[in-house]
């Protein structure tokens, strides 16, 4: 089992930026992908940002590419997501998810392990 906490969401002015954090314990392993979602109120999770955690190679949304960026800490075992120039559109509960490199890090499916979310409130 691995388990996965976010923390580090809250309310912010449109163009401000944030930092989330995953903290990942448990049967951890370099071969997984750390994968961001968020789902605001009335719409489907959607993919925000995925990074391989051996490789460090990070993927994005096309709507975040260029204002947020996903990095890891392999000694903390934790991955972050910072954000920057926030817009009212990405207010959202922000999720962390794992699993396996194999899996299409665009979709939720393919993750096995989720945090309980955090939330990200963006005022205009």
């Known amino acids: 089992q691995v388990q996965v906490v976010e923390a580090g969401g809250g309310l912010v002015q449109a163009g401000g930026s944030l930092r989330l954090s995953c903290a990942a314990s448990?049967?951890?392993?370099?071969?997984?992908?750390m994968g961001w979602f968020r789902q605001a109120p009335g719409k489907e999770r959607e993919f925000v940002a995925a990074?391989?955690?051996?490789?460090?190679?990070?993927s994005y949304a096309d709507s975040v590419k260029g204002r947020f960026t996903i990095s890891r800490e392999h000694a903390k075992n934790t991955v972050y997501l910072q954000m920057n120039s926030l817009k009212p559109e990405d207010t959202a509960v922000y999720y962390c998810?794992?699993?396996?490199?194999?899996?299409?890090?665009?979709?939720?499916?393919?993750?096995?392990?989720w945090g309980q979310g955090t939330q990200v409130t963006v005022s205009s």
């Open positions: 448990g049967r951890t392993s370099s071969s997984y992908v």
């Open positions: 990074i391989n955690w051996s490789a460090g190679s990070g």
């Open positions: 998810a794992a699993g396996p490199y194999y899996i299409d890090p665009h979709g939720p499916s393919g993750y096995d392990y």
